[in-house]
């Protein structure tokens, strides 16, 4: 089976030919068609075999492939089969005229220059031996699901056993992998579980028939006197084994049937999150175990501005939410049905606060907005413009009726109101909001229902889009026209939305091609002008409160541009199901989100900032003391400083430590003492309390004893996942890893001559022979509750777990290579190893399997924006370090995680399981319908999976 297959055009084939040698000189395999097709054989259907079989495609891009019908055939059939795509770039080409599934993906340029070319195949072989065993296992199982697919869906071509467990853990491990796994091979997974369950049932039925007539056997012997009491004994123990194989068989049925769950969660979670949320639920709910934990907590990571979903479904085909507004005080969210009635909901539980308002004759709710103190509404539906008064819904005022308005607005001050008019010559009106009269209309404009209108801040001036003329502002009170057409080359077919800074200076427009330009008003020029890459056409334009930033939305995203230089700033949100309207809440912390389907969606637009004081960035250890104080080691200056958890307030004086003690440090489990390590590897204990020395200095680790890889200290950017800089290399004989056991009689310490060596506390001296197996300098060391385990972690991404008694390896090392781990601790139960790493991440892993639990904790996974907003909750998990993680605690009672990166700043994590749900129950916000039951859990009666929610 080859590594990777090779697709190129003819005329670029002196460069594939380079491109195969290369890879097969270092040891990957590749398939290329000048070699590898038969005489005589179906050539295409070669070629889509060796696809197949591949574990990643390579599309060498360039002038002439981008136009080969053969080329985007092969292309076509890898991403049928989710194969893992690199392009490779070999000319200057317009992005236009490459596949479209290419262009989201990281591009491999080549260039002539042997310098260039030999850091290019670098980058090309790590892109294809990047977590090279997930891969295989995609190909694997995807041929196995392509045999079974061919054979017409034959049960012989089904997984079984050690297989189908081994691809339900794969699958359960699936989110956001690359490759994804394809639909089929998820088809292929859960049907070969469901034969297996259903083979497991029939083994149950023979064994209760052998069951019965064992026990008439039974009683047949027991009226044979001679054999009484043997039969009776034989027929017990039969029947106790019988059930004790049927209660084995029950709970595999079971554990299978939960892992089965996971595994649809997590292909669910992108498309259908609330969906997958609750199956995540029913699946810990079934067996827990460590890919149901990983389930829970995988569906609270996926797209995590979502802090909750609200399901205001109203049944048929009137679930379209059509438009949003939050109340100016932000305490009440109001949202526009297609059916013509306006709801307002309670943002905080999504309860109905008050009865609906029915527009006229129902027609559709097109627009709708509040006045400024929130105790009107002015509603633009098909059949009309209304005001009404919020508090018993009453209509004020029927501005117009049996026309069909789009867009409405009220002044800054409140008393004027602005209509859009669709129907008959399209033409802006305005009102006076407390008498109903019209002010002025409009000369005759060409609007569209995805136009805009607005006020300027100041009252003074309406803003509107009509095409083809583009941008149009009127004096507010007298109709007068004073600008058109800022953006001179507008869409004929575009949206033309736009909004206005909060300060009124500046207006950002988008056209049809979603071409952005903003422009200052008070200077009469255009600031910039550049085109978006969001995936749909752009619907809406909105500034946060302060002005700092303004996203535009489309259908499918949400993205993020500097406020005042209309500078790129990242992706928000992203999903598959289509907006409708957003909504900006008052304070600016979050985004409301309707869509098709009936549900509201409540987006976190920002991270959540510091929880606690900042330290200072020489941080280097953090440390529970109980459940509520922790304890934080600084170097400069060289202080253990208290805290108190829940008002952040420092709670006793500084503990000042020896200047030279610059290497690890921990705490003892009961307290008493620190250890800590110098420069020269030397490792000393002291009075926790007063910092004096009591034992030491402890003498073992000599990195001249050893061949120490004398790498390059490479620093990296984890925002844009490049090297920063290179600096020198490490050569100090330090030892930074340091751990005592449970009950502090033993210290394991952990260096940068690559071995682990155990202390006797009491005496400082050295137990046994050091632990080998690490092939780089070790940066952590921490032992499980019990005492039995003990984890070791370094430079090169290794994580070894030993047993202590035998002081041999537990399993396999886990292996996360290039990211050097930082710090390790064990939970509590010492079924999860918690671990951190260089590039921000927080990773859990299974300690028997030594598989990842859930998604790394990462912040560039995040995609939200870089400021304090103190409303939202720290214990979230949302807001994750922007840098090396280089310190890890856990509470006393297991509960909590604490964080300190090198920043200086310290987080804290939730990991009780109970508070997951709670949270994930919150993100769903309903129960699965009868239906969605019956299709997923068809062997268990109908039940809520979260009590309180529709």
Same mark, same amino acid.
């Given at each position: ?61 360039? *002038?002439? +492939? ?194 089965? $769950? ?149 002044? =800054? ?32 404009? +060409? ?189 400069? =200056? ?46 000393? *204990? ?22 120490? =890889? ?122 999860? $190893? ?54 890890? +605690? ?59 929610? =529709?």
């Amino acid at each position: 089976m080859a590594d990777t297959f090779i697709s190129y055009s003819r005329k670029d084939i002196a460069f594939a030919k380079i491109v195969h040698e290369s890879l097969e000189s270092s040891d990957l395999e590749t398939w290329i068609d000048w070699q590898d097709i038969p005489p005589s054989a179906d050539w295409f259907a070669e070629i889509e075999e060796a696809i197949e079989k591949a574990d990643t495609f390579i599309f060498i891009i360039s *002038l002439t +492939s981008v136009e080969s019908e053969v080329c985007n055939r092969e292309i076509a059939h890898a991403e049928k089969n989710n194969k893992r795509l690199i392009p490779v770039v070999i000319d200057d080409i317009d992005p236009q005229r490459v596949p479209n599934t290419l262009l989201p993906l990281n591009w491999i340029f080549f260039k002539e220059e042997d310098q260039e070319y030999a850091q290019a195949l670098e980058n090309l072989i790590t892109a294809i031996t990047l977590d090279q065993p997930w891969v295989k296992k995609h190909t694997r199982f995807q041929n196995r699901a392509l045999e079974w697919e061919r054979s017409e869906y034959k049960s012989g071509y089904l997984l079984h056993g050690a297989d189908l467990e081994d691809a339900e853990a794969w699958l359960s491990q699936a989110a956001g992998k690359d490759p994804a796994p394809t639909a089929l091979q998820t088809r292929y997974i859960v049907a070969s579980r469901t034969a297996a369950t259903r083979q497991q049932r029939r083994t149950l039925i023979g064994v209760a028939a052998a069951l019965v007539v064992a026990l008439a056997l039974g009683v047949l012997a027991w009226t044979q006197r001679n054999a009484a009491v043997r039969a009776e004994a034989t027929a017990v123990a039969e029947a106790n084994s019988r059930a004790t194989q049927q209660a084995i068989a029950e709970e595999q049925t079971i554990a299978a049937q939960s892992r089965e $769950l996971a595994a649809l969660s997590g292909n669910l979670l992108e498309e259908e999150l609330d969906l997958g949320i609750l199956l995540a639920i029913e699946s810990f709910n079934k067996s827990e175990s460590y890919i149901t934990r990983g389930s829970v907590m995988q569906s609270l990571q996926t797209s995590p501005q979502v802090s909750r979903m609200f399901h205001v479904n109203s049944g048929g085909d009137d679930d379209e939410i059509t438009t949003l507004e939050f109340s100016p005080n932000g305490r009440m969210l109001a949202y526009g049905h297609n059916n013509g009635t306006i709801h307002f909901l309670d943002p905080g539980n999504g309860e109905e606060l008050l009865p609906a308002i029915t527009t006229v004759d129902g027609g559709q709710v097109y627009d709708f907005a509040f006045n400024p103190d929130g105790s009107l509404l002015v509603s633009a539906a098909g059949n009309g413009l209304q005001i009404w008064r919020v508090s018993d819904r009453e209509e004020i005022f029927r501005l117009s009726e049996n026309e069909k308005y789009y867009l409405a607005a009220f002044s =800054p001050d409140g008393n004027l109101a602005a209509g859009l008019r669709r129907t008959g010559p399209q033409k802006l009106f305005v009102w006076n909001s407390q008498t109903g009269e019209m002010a002025w209309s409009s000369r005759q404009l +060409s609007v569209r229902a995805s136009s805009e209108l607005v006020f300027t801040p100041n009252g003074d001036y309406i803003i509107v889009y009509s095409k083809p003329r583009g941008i149009d502002i009127f004096e507010s009170r007298t109709g007068e026209h004073v600008v058109q057409s800022l953006n001179m080359d507008p869409s004929e077919y575009g949206t033309g939305t736009f909004g206005m800074h909060p300060e009124g200076h500046i207006l950002v427009q988008v056209d049809g091609d979603n071409t952005i330009y903003l422009y200052d008003l008070d200077k009469g020029r255009l600031v910039s002008q550049v085109v978006s890459t969001q995936g749909s056409e752009i619907f809406e334009v909105i500034f946060s409160n302060t002005g700092q930033y303004f996203f535009t939305i489309s259908r499918t995203d949400v993205f993020a541009w500097d406020g005042n230089t209309g500078e790129a700033v990242g992706s928000v949100f992203a999903m598959d199901n289509s907006f409708n309207d957003v909504a900006m809440e008052p304070a600016g912390s979050f985004l409301a989100a309707g869509d098709d389907y009936g549900r509201i969606y409540l987006l976190n637009l920002y991270s959540s900032g510091e929880p606690f004081p900042s330290m200072e960035d020489t941080s280097v250890a953090i440390d529970f003391v109980n459940n509520s104080t922790i304890y934080v080691l600084q170097l400069n =200056p060289r202080l253990i400083q208290y805290f108190d958890l829940e008002t952040g307030e420092e709670i006793s004086q500084p503990v000042e430590i020896e200047e030279d003690l610059i290497g690890g440090q921990v705490l003892s489990p009961d307290g008493k003492l620190l250890a800590t390590s110098d420069n020269d590897g030397r490792i000393y *204990l002291l009075d926790a309390a007063t910092g004096e020395e009591i034992v030491g200095p402890l003498l073992g680790h000599d990195i001249e004893q050893v061949d120490v =890889p004398r790498w390059d200290i490479v620093v990296e950017d984890i925002e844009t996942d490049t090297v920063a800089g290179l600096y020198g290399t490490f050569d100090l004989n330090l030892v930074r890893g340091l751990a005592f056991s449970p009950d502090s009689t033993m210290l394991a310490s952990a260096g940068n001559d690559m071995t682990v060596r155990l202390w006797d506390v009491a005496s400082g001296t050295q137990i046994g022979e050091p632990l080998r197996g690490h092939t780089n300098i070790l940066e952590t060391v921490a032992f499980s509750e019990d005492g039995r385990l003990l984890a070791s972690g370094g430079e090169n991404g290794r994580i070894i777990i030993w047993d202590t008694e035998s002081r041999e390896m537990v399993g396999e090392p886990i292996e996360r290579p290039g990211r050097p781990v930082h710090d390790i601790v064990f939970s509590r139960d010492g079924e999860t $190893l918690i671990t951190a790493w260089s590039d921000g991440a927080i990773i859990l892993w299974d300690t028997d399997t030594h598989l990842q639990i859930g998604l790394p904790n990462l912040y560039k996974s995040g995609r939200y924006l870089h400021i304090d907003i103190p409303q939202v909750d720290p214990l979230q998990g949302c807001d994750a370090h922007r840098t090396h993680v280089v310190d890890l +605690s856990l509470s006393p009672d297991g509960t909590r995680l604490a964080s300190l990166d090198n920043d200086g700043s310290f987080r804290l994590w939730e990991l009780d399981v109970d508070i997951w749900l709670e949270r994930a129950c919150t993100r769903a916000g309903r129960n699965m319908t009868q239906e969605e039951w019956e299709l997923y859990l068809p062997y268990e009666p109908y039940r809520k999976t979260c009590l309180g929610y =529709p």
